[in-house]
């Protein structure tokens, strides 16, 4: 993910289901983590949000399945480049031995993942009014707002407990992710008039597309693409209108992740 600190801005797209699932709960990780360890209840609230979105998308997907059919994947990949001249054989054992134990311990999980906060009483009442808006409001939830003014650290004791079951989820996708994301060195490139656009080999097909630009820019990317072509343009933002493509050119960085 691409941090604020950083002289560029980094924008991703997804290529398949696959991926969009891993970077949705990254962002889905990320949210749980920065607002657990404050001790306002709106954060609190925020933290309960992030947990209760990653439940529903453990409902809609065997995501155990998916993450260990991943995990292997990118195991037997890696393992046959070890002979390929260049390669540092002890970082890879490295590597393959995490994605081993990750692979373990996605096994070790008891049922579904998600299922003991699926399960839970309190937590299920919150989830069953995520759909209306401003449904977890004190009237409507009287059990939460109990919830919400106990002391700072009975809430993150909770809270961490739940996180705590999707530890190997969350280690799971912060390598696999890792690994996608480094797997290619990204190339320079300009899109003539805001625009860019290139074709996938078919050999070697893209999970992931990664566009970096200059933050003296003042410009964003939307990227779209298929199994076959991905394409870039170049946004210039507006307060209240359309954004419109720039007609500069635009260099810019670009990575098409392919493990």
């Not at 805001?194 to 070697?204: E, L, V």
Request: include cysteine.
């Amino acid at each position: 993910m691409s941090s604020a600190t950083t002289d560029k801005i980094t924008f991703e797209h997804p290529l398949n289901e696959k991926m969009r699932t891993l970077l949705r709960l990254e962002h889905l990780f990320c949210q749980v983590n920065h607002y657990l360890p404050n001790a306002d209840t709106w954060s609190s609230r925020s933290a309960i949000d992030a947990l209760l979105n990653m439940v529903n998308i453990f409902a809609r997907a065997d995501i155990k399945a998916d993450l260990i059919k991943e995990l292997d994947r990118q195991r037997e990949k890696l393992a046959g480049i070890r002979r390929n001249p260049g390669v540092d054989s002890e970082r890879l054992d490295i590597i393959l031995d995490e994605l081993a134990k990750a692979t373990e311990r996605i096994f070790s999980i008891d049922g579904q993942i998600g299922h003991v906060m699926r399960t839970n009483e309190f937590l299920k009442s919150i989830l069953q009014r995520s759909s209306i808006p401003g449904g977890s409001c004190a009237f409507d939830l009287p059990h939460y707002h109990f919830w919400l003014e106990q002391p700072v650290e009975f809430r993150q004791t909770e809270t961490k407990a739940w996180l705590n079951t999707l530890q190997p989820v969350e280690s799971a996708v912060e390598l696999l992710l890792s690994l996608i994301r480094s797997s290619t060195s990204p190339t320079k490139e300009v899109a003539n008039a805001g625009f860019f656009q290139s074709n996938i080999d078919p050999q070697a097909p893209a999970q992931l597309v990664r566009v970096s630009l200059s933050r003296e820019t003042r410009l964003f990317a939307e990227i779209s693409g298929g199994k076959h072509r991905f394409s870039v343009r170049f946004l210039e933002p507006a307060e209240v209108d359309r954004p419109t493509q720039t007609r500069m050119n635009v260099p810019f960085f670009l990575n098409t992740c392919i493990l």
